[in-house]
Nanobody, 121 residues
Framework: QVQLVESGGGLVQPGGSLRLSCAASGSIFGINAMGWYRQAPGKQREFVAYITVGGSTNYADSVKGRFTVSRDNAKNTVFLQMNSLKPEDTAAYYC???????????????WGQGTQVSVSS
């Protein structure tokens, strides 16, 4: 079973940038894509971005043009570069091992512990 560990969160002013990392270990059998999700207090967890084993990416409309997801397969790590951050980006961010079929990402059962991102003046 895959284990996921997120890092890189912190406090930043509006308009600032952060880069999140997710390191994977253990078995990733059956996983062909990695996704990023976020959850603010009192709200449902929402999709942010994904990247497939082939390098295809997709983003939620709320972050499109500001966030970039990338990967380093040699280090079993995925990244989320977040630019032009807004207060509404404040949330706990989680990575996920899932599957990609015909342009759709299906979240798997493996999640990291989350890393907190706070955007405030």
């Amino acid at each position: 079973q895959v284990q996921l560990v997120e890092s890189g969160g912190g406090l930043v002013q509006p308009g600032g940038s952060l880069r999140l990392s997710c390191a994977a270990s253990g078995s990733i059998f059956g996983i062909n894509a990695m996704g990023w999700y976020r959850q603010a207090p009192g709200k449902q967890r929402e999709f942010v971005a994904y990247i497939t084993v082939g390098g295809s990416t997709n983003y939620a409309d709320s972050v499109k043009g500001r966030f970039t997801v990338s990967r380093d397969n040699a280090k079993n790590t995925v990244f989320l570069q977040m630019n032009s951050l807004k207060p509404e980006d404040t949330a706990a961010y989680y990575c996920n091992g899932g599957n990609y079929y015909s342009g759709i990402y299906y979240a798997g059962g493996s999640w990291g512990q989350g890393t907190q991102v706070s955007v405030s003046s």
